[in-house]
C-alpha cells in the first residue's frame, strides 16, 4: 500500500490550487492523509479526484471544516495502524504535543503537521512522519510532501521534496 502524506496546504491564502508537483507526485497512491490547515473543504474534493482521503482539522481550518473533521484519528493501513493530527497547541514544541497525544494509544505511525518543517523519524518503535507544506516553505529550501509504504512487514515513509 502507498500512501500519500499532505499537510498545510493552506488554500487559497498560500496557493490558489494544489501544485501540479505534489498532484503529480501523489498519482497512484491508495490513499492520501491530509493532516489538518486545509482552510477549505474543496482541497478536500481536489485530494478525493486522486486517492479516498483521510483527513484532520488544523488550527487555521475554518468553522466548516472544524465541525466536519476530528483534530485527531487511527486508521488501518494493513496491520499497522497510524494516528494522524495536526499538531498546534501551546505549551511544547510539535512533536513533543503529538507524542503525548498518542502516547496511550496503540500506533505504529503518527502523521502530523503545523510546524510546515519536514520530519521523518522511528522513535521509541512510532514512525513520526510530519510532510512539512507544498504551499508554505517558511525557512525550509522546497516544499515537500511524502509517501508513506505498508507492506506486510513494515511501515517506512519517505519526504519528496519539490
Known amino acids: 500500500m502507498k500512501i500519500g502524506v499532505v499537510s498545510d496546504t493552506h488554500i487559497p491564502s498560500r496557493a490558489r490550487t494544489l501544485p501540479k508537483a505534489l498532484v503529480e507526485g501523489l498519482f497512484g497512491v491508495d490513499l492520501i492523509i491530509h493532516a489538518g490547515d486545509l482552510l477549505k473543504d474543496y482541497v478536500l474534493y ?25 483534530h485527531k484519528k487511527v486508521i488501518n493501513a494493513g496491520r499497522f495502524r497510524i494516528g494522524i493530527t495536526h499538531g498546534s497547541g501551546g505549551g511544547s514544541i510539535t512533536l513533543n504535543r503529538v507524542m503525548t497525544m498518542f502516547g496511550r494509544d496503540d500506533v505504529d505511525c503518527v502523521v502530523f503537521g503545523h510546524s510546515h518543517i519536514p520530519f521523518n523519524e522511528r522513535i521509541n518503535g512510532i514512525l513520526y512522519v510530519n510532510p512539512g507544506s ?12 511524502g509517501i508513506i509504504k505498508v507492506d506486510d512487514l513494515d511501515i517506512s515513509a519517505e519526504i519528496k521534496y519539490f
Do not use: C, F, W
Not at 46 to 70: C, F, H, R, T
Not at 134 to 145: L, N
Open 46 to 70: 481536489e485530494l478525493e479526484e486522486i486517492a479516498p482521503v483521510e483527513a484532520v482539522a488544523g488550527n487555521n481550518d475554518d468553522d466548516y471544516i472544524q465541525s466536519m473533521l476530528p
Open 134 to 145: 507544498p504551499t508554505d516553505k517558511r525557512s525550509q529550501k522546497h516544499y515537500s510532501y
